[in-house]
Every structure is written in C-alpha cells, then in structure tokens.
C-alpha cells in the first residue's frame, strides 16, 4: 500500500492553483508539501509524502463540528437552526433560505459559525464549548489535537467577512448570542492542528458508523454519521460538489489550508494535503489523488460492488 500512494503522489506531482491568502499565516505555508493517508475500517493507516507536516483543519472541522452539534442537541433543534440545501455559492457567501432565514447548510461559513453555537450542553461557557470541540475532533483523530495560536491570530485579525455573515443570522433571530464572540470561537475550531494521517483517522471514524477503528472508542452513533456523511456528500466540496460527487464519489470536505478529508461509509477513510487552491477552494493537487484514488480502487458511491 505505501508504494502504491507513493506511486500516486509521482502521479499526481504537477500542481496548478494559488494559496489561500485571506488569512495571511497560511499565505507562508509550503506550496509544494504534498502527503495522502488512507485509513481501513481494522483501523490501519497507511501514509506517503509529507505525512508528518502538520496544518490548520480549517473547514475540514465544519463536518465534525456539525456532528457533535447533533448528538449534543439532537436532529430537530439543529435542523431548526441550519438547513441540509446545498448552495451551489462559494464557502464564504451569504446563503439563506428565502423562507426560513436558516443558512442552507453547515458545510460553508454561514451555517458552520451558526453549528459552532449549538455544540455541548445549553448554558455552557464559551470555554466549557470549545473544550467539547476540541475534545471532540481528538476523538475522532484518536490523539490530543491542540490550536495553532499564531493562525488563530492571523484569521481573528481578518475576520470581518465572517462576522458580516455572523452578525446576518443573528439578525434573522437564528442566533443569540455575541456574534463578535462566535466568529472567535469559530475561528479558533478553524485553527485546530492536524495531520493527514489526523484526518483519514476522523475520516474512518465517519465511514465506521462513528467508532474510531483505530482506538476503539465509539465517539458517535451511527444516525448521526449518516446525517453528516449526506450532507458532506452534497455540500462538502462547496460549489464543486456536484462535480465532485460525480468524478470521485465519495463524501468529502476540504479546508483553505490545503486539506481534504473523504469518508466512504463501511470501507474507508482517506485524506490528502497540499496547499495550493483552486477556484473553488479545494486543494488542486488534493482533488486529482481523490479522484486517482478512488477511480482505482472503485470506491465511488455509486458503482456496483
Ligand atoms: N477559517 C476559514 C474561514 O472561515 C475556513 C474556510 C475554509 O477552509 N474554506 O474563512
């Protein structure tokens, strides 16, 4: 398996896109790190390339986020909230249904910042949330996950993009708390440290129904994994994922510095690293490995077994 994804990162080596520059921290990453990890359901990981540079999880928390969300206040309360539509709009837009004022769903900004909200026990503190998320994405990643203080820094200081779409659900009632608060904490899950053998780790969880092949502990029940699985599926590649559900066919979510995170529900967990972009926001070196990975070992979702 190691030469196998060696063989495919060779393949896939010509890179073409920009670095996410919005956030000036991540605009001094190594464009031209390139690692994959892919993670079975036994809970073995194989990993090739860069597999030990560490980087922000950035959007890829937003699936994660969304499912502790679930399991801690349930389907309906957070469907009240955030919708299950994708938006066919790019991660930062302001996308509202017309008729309930709910973001569209909790795979771009708007409905991530407003799914932070609903994560742990109503009442909690904003420390007290935090720690549940954090806590939370180390679950799934099966080792302490811990902020990157500088990104978190850097993003807090350019941020006003998301506290327009914060301060916008707040005026639709959906939230009611301190917008200038949530974007902080938002911005703080976004700034959380992995690795790709990290994210295939989260990713096997995922496709596991919610126990972490790897440590054995059952961080989630399975309805909730298949909830987020359907809507990763439909929204995680933001106004690529119609493309993407058709060329790789597998449940997805990527992050601006670079990374994308795939779960195929009972067989495997994947990711890739590279920090170059393309015009949707997803890694262009990252889709190419999915799509390579998937087309040979015929883990579309939508092939005959
Ligand atoms: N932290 C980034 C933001 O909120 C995450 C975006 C992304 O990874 N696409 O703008």
């Given amino acids: 398996m190691p030469d196998y994804l060696e063989e495919v990162l060779g393949a896939c080596a010509e890179d073409d896109g920009e670095l996410a520059d919005y956030i000036p921290e991540l605009a001094s990453a190594d464009p031209d790190r390139l690692a994959v990890a892919l993670t079975t359901l036994d809970g073995e990981t194989y990993a ?3 597999a030990d540079e560490r980087f922000t999880v950035q959007s890829i928390s937003k699936p994660f986020v969304y499912a502790l969300a679930l399991a801690d206040r349930g389907l309906d309360a957070v469907l009240e909230a ?14 509202l249904e017309d008729h309930s004022g709910r973001p569209r769903n909790p795979m771009i900004n708007i409905g991530a910042i407003t799914t932070h909200s609903l994560v742990g ?30 990104v978190f820094a850097s993003e807090r200081a350019h941020a006003d993009r998301n506290l327009a779409l914060a301060y916008m659900v707040s005026s639709r009632g959906i939230i009611s708390e301190d917008p200038a608060v949530l974007v902080q904490e938002y911005t703080r899950q976004c700034s959380v440290v992995v690795d790709v053998r990290d994210l295939s ?12 092949p790897a440590t054995g502990v059952r961080v989630l029940e399975p309805w909730v994994c298949r909830q987020v699985l359907a809507v990763m599926a439909t929204c995680g590649m933001y106004d690529a994922a119609g493309d993407w559900l058709s060329s790789v066919g597998i449940p997805a979510k990527s992050g601006v510095a670079g990374g994308i995170m795939g779960a ?4 495997v967990g994947l990711a890739t690293f590279s920090p170059r972009l393309d015009g949707f926001g997803n890694s262009s070196r990252g889709v190419r490995i999915c799509e ?3 087309r040979d070992m015929g883990l579309h979702l939508m092939s005959l077994p």
Avoid: K, W, Y
Wanted: proline fraction near 6%; charged fraction near 25%; glycine fraction near 14%.
């Fill in 48 to 50: 090739a390339g860069d």
């Fill in 292 to 294: 390579r990975l998937s």
């Fill in 264 to 267: 195929l529900p009972g067989q």
């Fill in 201 to 212: 780790a989260m990713a096997a969880t995922l496709a596991n129904g919610g126990l972490n």
């Fill in 82 to 95: 955030v919708g299950t539509e994708p938006s066919g709009d790019p991660f930062n837009e302001i996308s």
């Fill in 121 to 150: 026990t109503p009442g909690c503190t904003v420390e007290e949330r935090f720690e549940r998320v954090r806590s939370g994405l180390s679950a799934f990643a099966g080792r302490e996950l811990e902020v990157d203080e500088r």
